[in-house]
């Protein structure tokens, strides 16, 4: 009975957090307007860092910023404040849908770069998956309701990048931080980005000011997409382990056009759901040759 009270739990914590990543696509898509790419995303990081920084300190797991700075700044610059520009730039030009859709492509660069660093082997089930995957890139940008333009080509360019920075940042975070907790590793990289969004943030301030809706989105992107989300990827960890959570993967992008279309009112076609089989299929193959 209490084996399956604690898969119920599981479960709907990972369906909780499906949701709310799937929905920072949208916020993202509703606030980039109004604050632009950059500023959007320091405030976000420097807001969720605040936070989960309190979080770290009250339960005793702070990390030691002054003996790790650099290493934090740096995972900081890939795995929050780039990834989080370019998808932030990538949906004003995509449907928050679609950018969701690519960021699933996450898991295939990271076993690309693990295998590139030694840690990991790579083998023609790898490669055929991160084959799949770009395969499903072509036939969502192809047959999207978008127009396919020089436009619609870079926004996906930048989802792309954005799913190879996660990718860097995810093996920086196996070589550097063993012996670190979740918690301090992502209290730490938050301090780091919002370091690293510093300069430029202020060269790029917005140009007028922020509707009370976009304000909303932020706060919704900053508290429950970012220090939320990250205390219940960590709670998922401890219950079922890092190959379980990973399964997150899947659901996101169902519930990001689950959020465009009734929120946003965002198209949808065949190739949109074709390509996201072919992608998710492609992650399937590659997490399964890791496990």
Request: proline content about 4%; aromatic content about 12%; glycine content about 8%.
């Amino acid at each position: 009975m209490k084996i399956q009270r604690d898969s119920l739990q599981y479960f709907l914590m990972l369906l909780l957090l499906s949701a709310i990543w799937g929905g920072a696509f949208l916020f993202m898509r509703v606030a980039g307007p109004d604050f632009g790419p950059i500023f959007l995303i320091a405030l976000r990081v420097w807001i969720s860092a605040v936070l989960l920084v309190a979080v770290a300190h009250f339960a005793g797991g702070l990390p030691d910023f002054r003996k790790n700075w650099k290493a934090f700044l740096l995972l900081g610059a890939i795995n929050n404040a780039i990834p989080f520009t370019l998808i932030a730039s990538a949906v004003l030009v995509l449907n928050s849908s679609m950018a969701a859709i690519i960021n699933a492509t996450t898991p295939l660069f990271t076993a690309i770069v693990a295998a590139a660093f030694g840690l990991e082997r790579f083998t023609a089930r790898k490669g055929l998956g991160g084959l799949l995957g770009i395969l499903g890139v072509v036939i969502l940008m192809g047959f999207s309701p978008l127009p396919l333009n020089q436009r619609t080509i870079l926004a996906a360019l930048e989802s792309l990048l954005a799913a190879v920075a996660y990718a860097f940042g995810a093996v920086y975070v196996r070589a550097r931080f063993q012996g670190f907790t979740p918690l301090q590793v992502s209290a730490g990289q938050l301090a780091g980005a919002g370091a690293a969004m510093l300069p430029a943030a202020f060269f790029f301030l917005p140009k007028g000011s922020p509707s009370t809706l976009a304000w909303l989105a932020l706060l919704a992107l900053a508290v429950l997409c970012t220090c939320l989300a990250y205390l219940i990827y960590f709670r998922l960890i401890t219950k079922g382990g890092a190959t379980k959570a990973i399964t997150v993967t899947f659901m996101v992008p169902f519930f990001s056009l689950l959020w465009g279309v009734l929120l946003l009112s965002e198209p949808l076609n065949w190739g949109m759901f074709a390509g996201l089989a072919v992608i998710l299929f492609s992650v399937s193959l590659v997490l399964g040759s890791r496990s």
